[in-house]
């Protein structure tokens, strides 16, 4: 009977043992590991800049893949507001942005912004934690490249550019800046906007340390000097300091690292061409991928097509530009809006075709424009990088604009050409209202042409944070 | 029939049994007023030797010489043991009323009835015996008051709505926690699939058969439950197996097989009719339904167009009965065969068992096996040692159900009946818009969920002193899921991808290690104390991996090897822990007088590390008044029982590592892999803690001929666990936080009458009654702002001072008759007569989003059952009815199938529509997709019903026959499930809940698979 005695204070023994750790599981599995120590050495650094990479392309809440930024809603919302594209869907989210008529409850508007705040949290969090890492100074950096995209994207969407003539009085309110990660409830608090003209301090100020801190190349769809030198030339556009936007983007074209395709069809059907300064690299796995051939490419296909070209885009085109049928499907036949289609993503299997963020030929129009307004005066580095860009689309001079123009004309020239040359990739919305060219060309109301603070911000954030004048 | 030779074998072993020596006692039995109690039952203890008292209540018993007890009982009145001693003559005299000696498990060991003073309830093997239930749950349905059980759904083996004295928890579990032989298992679903098969899930506790069971004991208050701390909010349900008992080895053959059928069916349109009225409805559109669904498919349906009238003539048009294509007679079947027995030291209980369903609907089935062995022997004087061990495999056919337009049953009752089945090639017939042909989706598509399931324990009881024992008990419960999803190329929701197949396996294991010392002793003549004081650990693993695959050539390969693409692929392996250390006192003074108290720490991994561990402690005070002076010899009052508790409860069911901050892996990028943020930390995340007060009373009276037992609570939970919203500027949207506050009040009521008893051969009727009221509401939230869930984000609410989960909507007062009635509404500007009208709710002039309230109660007011036994002779009836009043149900598939439109199948009823001359319905005037389909009260349909859910007539053969069979008890008997309904309910079943067990969705249904009518017809062979 003693055995037993002992047996029975060996078992309680090892129950009390087995219990020790019981409490203090670590999570393994989809291998999620603490945030407080997410980042402490290089190799975790650029875990998590990868990670930030992809808060351009996915979002995951609740299991469930959404893709709000450059995987279509953001992507798409520039040319949707504007003229170019048509919402041929059931969604009202989308409906309604197409047609100005978005509330401040508008799902999509706030899934954008929700989408763009979580990329810049991930970037804050590298910047914050590899600051002290030594040899992670170049991710560093091009987190700060993708905190200045982020913060771009999110003032050019809810906020009036600079330039913007519009009167309103909260023209100057910009987006609320959070340049710390946030890691608990002490954390939370109530946050406002700031202006415009911080927001975009914070973008240059991100933009040149970004370039000061990387090298002339890198791997395909990541950051180079270049790509944050290209961002910083389109920044300086939109803040109308024109002498630096010019000299920005000379830089980028004179760098030698970048030269234009000769077939402007080749910067879609070519991953990472020559042309290309930033592309965001799209996989076909499911939360690498995007829709964008999904909700643009034809129907006939196979595709959703749930946004559908314009008859004004089709019209933009002269008779001879080579890019029409790189832009649009069914181009043989008089426009329908049942047969019309995007064809700059065309991808539909694998759901995996790029978007490319900047490119050469953007330079080029960034250096028209500005340099022109720079001297107030259609100068002849300015038109010369405008008929760079004929020459290639029509394939000889023949097309080319002419000296003697006056500034308006060349200017709307521009404009136009930056409509043909950039249709679908997220810059005519914007163009339009920096440009003051809503009213002219859409007849829309510019306020409108800036999405709404999303109301759960106004709830959340209380009387802090202000909306824009029209919503 | 291939059994036969089984049964054969056993009679042949039986009858070789050589007759041991006996010897003949002899008795009467009689009342406490000396009147022969007819019909008693004397059987030896232990044995299956035993016959009944004959009408002067004498009886006479051959028993073996060995033979140690005698055991006499009568309906209505308590049961008396006897010694079998020297002497060949032993009379009984019995007294009536409730059996109070009665022993009942409750939490970590047993009690007799009449010390219990909580509220618990038990359900004993004679209640189970031979129903056909698949499950625990479903033998649990109406039988307990406050024991709230939604069928949800006629899917073979899906999860079922059980919740105790109504739901607790918002986001949490709302399940009760199960304990069996002992030990807690793992409940909930155990899938990583379902979330993308929608609607019905499986669920954990289907494993269990229910005819392995002895007894089930459901502990509903504070006092009862608050032993198992951390889990109990919701209720526990102790489930016991059988086991083995000294004595000759006893063999046990059951056997039933039937069939099911549906129970009813929608009516809906014919082809030309639902035609011609979309046509109409459409008008207003200036379109035809040849312009929507196109010339030639209206054409290929037996349309004829007349180029000169620019008109249709549908009278060619087929009408398909999809319900009959797709709805079948489908057989059930199960058999099931146990021994037990056992010497002085060592007893056993074994049992194998098949089940064989097959759903209504084509292409569902559900099989199971189980094996079961419990043994326990006696080691010493001091040391005793159990085994229990339950084995089981279950292969679940499923479709894709509820929720989608997927499924092989949606689609029946949501494709037009204008399209044929099947083509003039006799292949499957075309689709049609977003659905496709049912019976091609019930051919190709394939969706298997096979479980194994080990659950067993072994325990050791040592006898340290007389009045002091420890026992340790050792449990593991493995659960290996396997799933198999293939969805074809040819139609459905892999069209776009060429096919698509899942698979994915699930290994859940649960080790559970408790230590308990029991302490007992009497304090003078007249005061009783006992102590137990325990201690227990418990590690749960999750074990996952998922593959999906796209790109198949056709329906022939399945597997995912034949795929072209990989698409998503997933693998993960997570863990909780609890520790706790529990005790609980009882005390009693002349056995008149009780106290109880009980005490639990808990401590979970799943909470912050500055709330790690938490306290459950419960009271409770009992008053046997009947034992007084005062009504000691009342012949109308038998027993009077008091009952009071108080206590705290918790709930621990939220997810494995919601209060840390956490980076998620899978954030990859450009071929590399990457991390990123995933969930905001909150370190003082906590449980979800349920107060309760009970007062409960126990009365008996004729001598035990009618017994009733009330009960009164108070359930409140606060700190629900919420996600609090917070700004997007954080890169998150929300996080959890302990916010909320749910009441749920209610009573119960449980009358058992002893109406005829004439004892064994003569005519006996008794009757159980149950009734449960519960009246649930949400008495807080974050900063008390409104959550919306269910179908279309906001069927279900919940709103500070409505019941959980209100079903949400637009209010629809009627139609309007007239223009006059039009001028000056809301809808001025849209609405023509024959309209539904819509209650502007914020008065803003318009009927707009704001204008949604709350529009009915998914909650029942009362809810319960009735069940009444005959017996006459040998032949048995017994009729139970289960029966729910008060709750709504949100008939949501009307959104489609009452829109006019030509895309889905529409209700018959929408033939009357409303016109001038057809003033006096409730169908609006026909508007193809108006604003008729809004989620509102025009769609809320009572829910109220009664249901004659089981009648079972049985025949048991005397023993005269039996004997000369060799056998000891043959049984035959017959019994239908859900043969009527009484209910105003419009759609197929009252009991339908679409969103499962989950404690967000309830009280819709949307295009739910019904439950069957079930007939079986059944032999029960003991030997």
Redesign the interface.
């Given at each position: 009977m003693k055995h037993i005695k002992h047996l029975f204070f060996f078992l309680l023994f090892f129950s009390l043992m087995g219990c020790e750790d019981v409490l203090e599981p670590e999570p393994i599995g989809i291998a999620r590991f603490d945030a407080a120590t997410a980042i402490t050495n290089v190799d975790e650094a650029e875990l998590a800049l990868i990670g930030a990479y992809d808060g351009l392309q996915t979002q995951i809440i609740s299991n469930i893949v959404q893709r709000d930024y450059y995987g279509v809603s953001f992507a798409v919302a520039g040319d949707l507001i504007a003229d170019n594209l048509l919402a041929t869907t059931t969604f009202t989210s989308y409906t309604d942005i197409d047609n100005l008529n978005v509330t401040s409850d508008n799902i999509t508007t706030e899934r954008i912004w929700n989408a763009i705040y979580a990329m810049i949290n991930r970037a804050n969090n590298i910047i914050e934690r590899a600051a002290s890492i030594s040899g992670a100074e170049s991710i560093v950096a091009e987190a700060k490249f993708l905190r200045a995209l982020g913060y771009f994207d999110l003032v050019r969407t809810y906020a009036l550019p600079p330039t913007n003539s519009a009167s309103s009085p909260t023209k100057d309110l910009g987006v609320p800046i959070v340049l710390q990660p946030i890691e608990g409830p002490g954390d939370l608090q109530s946050i406002g906007r700031n202006p415009v003209s911080e927001v975009y301090a914070q973008i240059v100020a991100d933009l040149q340390a970004a370039a000061a801190g990387l090298d002339d190349d890198n791997a395909d769809g990541r950051a180079s000097k270049w790509a944050a030198t290209a961002l910083l030339a389109r920044a300086y556009l939109y803040m109308g300091q024109y002498a630096q936007a010019a000299s920005t983007a000379e830089s980028v074209i004179n760098s030698g690292n970048f030269a234009l395709n000769g077939n402007f069809a080749s910067n879609f059907t070519t991953e990472f061409s020559g042309e290309s300064i930033f592309e965001i690299d799209f996989g076909p796995a499911l939360a690498d991928d995007n829709v964008l051939a999904r909700d643009l490419y034809d129907s006939e296909q196979g595709a959703l097509q749930r946004f559908t070209p314009t008859e004004s885009i089709y019209n933009a085109f002269e008779e001879g530009d080579s890019r029409l049928t790189a832009t649009l499907g069914n181009t043989d036949i008089p426009y329908s809006v049942s047969s019309a289609f995007v064809n700059k993503y065309f991808r539909l299997s694998s759901n995996d075709d790029n978007f490319i963020v900047s490119r050469l030929a953007e330079m080029y129009l960034i250096l028209a424009e500005a340099d022109a307004m720079a001297n107030n005066a259609v100068t002849d580095k300015a038109l010369t990088a405008l008929n760079t860009l004929r020459e290639r689309a029509f394939g000889d001079a023949t097309h080319n604009y002419g000296s003697g123009m006056d500034l308006t004309t060349f200017l709307a020239a521009v404009l136009n050409e930056r409509r043909t040359e950039l249709a679908f990739e997220c810059h005519r919305s914007f163009d339009l209202l920096r440009t003051n060219q809503v009213e002219a060309a859409t007849g829309g109301n510019p306020l409108k042409y800036i999405f709404p603070i999303p109301n759960r911000e106004l709830q959340i954030n209380g009387d802090v944070m202000v909306q824009n004048e029209g919503y | 029939m291939k059994h036969l030779w089984f049964i054969l074998l056993l009679f042949s072993i039986v009858s070789l049994e050589a007759l041991a020596q006996s010897r003949t006692l002899t008795g009467t039995v009689t009342d406490s007023a000396d009147e022969p109690i007819i019909g008693a039952n004397v059987v030896v203890s232990g044995t299956t030797i035993g016959t009944v008292t004959d009408i002067d209540g004498k009886y006479s018993l051959v028993v073996p010489q060995d033979a140690k007890q005698l055991v006499i009982s009568f309906i209505g009145f308590q049961s008396v043991t006897f010694p079998i001693e020297a002497s060949n003559v032993i009379d009984a005299t019995l007294k009536a009323g409730v059996d109070l000696t009665e022993v009942l498990v409750v939490g970590y060991g047993t009690q007799q009835k009449r010390d219990i003073t909580g509220s618990v309830a038990n359900l004993s093997i004679e209640d189970l015996q031979t129903v056909p239930v698949t499950s625990i749950e479903q033998g649990l349905q109406g039988r307990i008051a406050g024991v709230d059980i939604l069928q949800n759904s006629g899917t073979p083996g899906s999860a079922i709505n059980v919740r105790i004295r109504g739901g607790t928890s918002i986001l949490g579990d709302n399940q009760p926690l199960y304990i069996v032989d002992g030990v807690p298992i793992t409940t909930g679903n155990p899938s990583g699939l379902d979330?993308i098969l929608s609607g019905q899930e499986i669920d954990a506790t289907a494993d269990i058969n229910a005819n392995e069971i002895e007894s089930i004991t459901v502990l509903k208050d504070a006092a009862a439950a608050a032993l198992y701390g951390s889990r109990a909010a919701n209720g526990v349900v102790i489930i016991n197996t059988k086991r083995g008992q000294q004595g000759k080895t006893k063999f046990n053959f059951n056997a039933y097989r039937g069939f099911q059928q549906d129970m009813n069916r929608l009516e809906f349109l014919s082809g030309p009719e639902h035609l011609r009225i979309s046509d109409i409805a459409l008008q207003p559109y200036g379109l035809t339904v040849a312009d929507l669904l196109g010339q030639s498919a209206v054409e290929s349906y037996g349309g004829i167009f007349d180029e000169e009238s620019g008109t249709w003539d549908y009278s060619n048009v087929v009408t398909t009965d999809w319900q009959e294509e797709v709805l079948r007679t489908a057989p059930i079947s199960n058999y099931e065969f146990s021994a037990k027995g056992g010497s002085e030291n060592t007893r056993f209980y074994t049992g194998f068992s098949m089940f064989d369903q097959e759903g209504i609907v084509i292409g569902s089935s559900y099989k199971r096996f189980n094996g079961r062995f419990n043994l326990d022997h006696q080691a010493?004087e001091?040391?005793s040692l159990s085994l229990s061990l339950g084995l089981s495999r279950s292969e679940n056919e499923r479709i894709v159900s509820d929720n989608t337009i997927y499924s092989p049953f949606a689609n029946s009752i949501a494709l037009p009946t204008f399209v044929p089945a099947y083509d003039d090639d006799g292949n499957f017939g075309p689709t049609l818009g977003a659905y496709d042909n049912p019976l091609a989706i019930a051919e190709y598509d394939q969706q298997l969920s096979v479980q194994h399931r080990m659950l067993g324990n072994i325990a050791?009881t040592?006898q340290i002193a007389p009045n002091l024992s420890?026992t340790?008990r050792w449990s593991a419960d493995m659960l290996f899921l396997k799933e198999d999803f293939f969805w074809n190329p040819l139609v459905g929701q892999a069209v776009?991808t060429d096919g698509e197949a899942n698979t994915s396996t699930a290994i859940l294991t649960k080790y559970v290690?408790e230590?308990t010392l029991n302490f007992n002793t009497a304090i003078g003549d007249n005061q009783k104390f006992d102590a137990l004081l325990g201690?227990s650990?418990?590690?749960n693993h999750t074990?996952?991996s998922t593959l999906?695959a796209t790109g198949f050539p056709n329906v022939e390969f399945t597997t995912i090897n034949a795929a072209t693409?990989y698409?998503?692929g997933?693998?993960?392996?997570?863990?909780?822990?609890?520790?706790s250390y529990f005790s609980r006192f009882n005390y009693s003074i002349n056995n008149k007088y009780r106290a109880s108290f009980s005490l639990r720490l808990d401590?979970?991994?799943r909470f912050g590390e500055n709330n790690?561990y938490a306290l459950f402690p419960a009271g409770s005070l009992g008053w046997t008044v009947s034992d007084e002076p005062f009504l000691a010899n009342s012949n109308t009052i038998s027993n009077v029982n008091l009952r009071l508790s108080y206590g705290l409860t918790g709930n621990q069911s939220i997810g494995?590592?919601a209060s840390?901050?956490?980076?998620?892996?899978?954030?990859?990028?450009?071929?590399?892999?990457?991390?990123?943020?995933?969930q905001?930390?909150?370190?003082?995340l906590t449980w979800e803690e349920t107060a309760q007060f009970n007062a409960g009373l126990d009365l008996a009276f004729f001598k035990g001929r009618v017994a009733l037992t009330a009960d009164y609570y108070i359930k409140t939970t606060t700190e629900l666990l919420l996600p609090r919203?917070?700004?997007?500027?954080?890169?998150?949207?929300q996080?959890q936080?302990n916010v909320g506050e749910i009441e749920n009040k209610g009573i119960e009521f449980l009358l058992t009458t002893y109406n005829i008893t004439n004892g064994g051969e003569g005519f006996n009727w008794n009757t159980n009654f149950n009734l449960g009221y519960n009246k649930p509401v949400v008495k807080a939230l974050n900063n008390d702002e409104p959550l919306f869930y269910g179908l279309g984000g906001d069927s279900n609410a919940f709103i500070v001072g409505e019941v959980p989960a209100a079903l949400y909507g637009f209010e629809s007062t009627g139609i309007f008759q007239s223009e006059e009635e039009i001028a000056g509404s809301p809808q001025a500007d849209t609405a023509v007569p024959g309209d539904l009208i819509f209650t502007d709710v914020d008065g803003d002039g318009a009927i707009t989003g704001n204008d949604k309230k709350v529009i009915g109660s998914p909650w029942p007011n009362v809810f319960g059952g009735i069940t009444n036994t005959f017996s006459f002779k040998g032949f048995e009836l017994s009729a139970f009815f289960s029966y729910s009043f008060g709750n709504d149900l949100y008939w949501l598939q009307s959104i489609y199938a009452t829109d006019f439109g030509p895309f889905d199948a529409q209700l018959a009823k929408m033939a009357n529509y409303w016109t001038p001359e057809n003033p006096n319905t409730d169908v609006p005037q026909p508007f193809a997709f108006g604003d008729h389909t809004r989620q509102g009260s025009h769609m809320v349909f009572d829910a109220s019903y009664i249901r004659l859910k089981n009648l079972t007539l049985a025949y048991n053969f005397s023993s005269n026959l039996t004997q000369k069979l060799g056998l000891e008890k043959i049984r035959l008997y017959a019994q239908g499930q859900n043969l009527m309904t009484s209910t105003d309910y419009p759609g197929l079943d009252p009991e339908a809940n679409s969103g499962g067990a989950d404690g967000t969705n309830r009280g819709y249904d949307f295009y739910a698979y019904p439950q069957a009518r079930t007939i079986t017809f059944g032999v029960n062979l003991g030997f």
């Open positions: - | 979330d010493s001091k040391l050791a040592y420890f340790t776009g290690n230590n201690f650990w418990e590690d074990e996952r999906q693409n698409t998503d997933f693998s993960s392996y997570t863990d909780y822990g609890i520790v401590g979970s991994s790690r494995n590592f840390r901050g956490l980076y998620a892996a899978g954030r990859n990028y450009a071929g590399s892999a990457g991390t990123a943020p995933e905001l930390g909150n370190p003082d919203p917070i700004s997007g500027t954080t890169g998150f949207t996080i936080q």
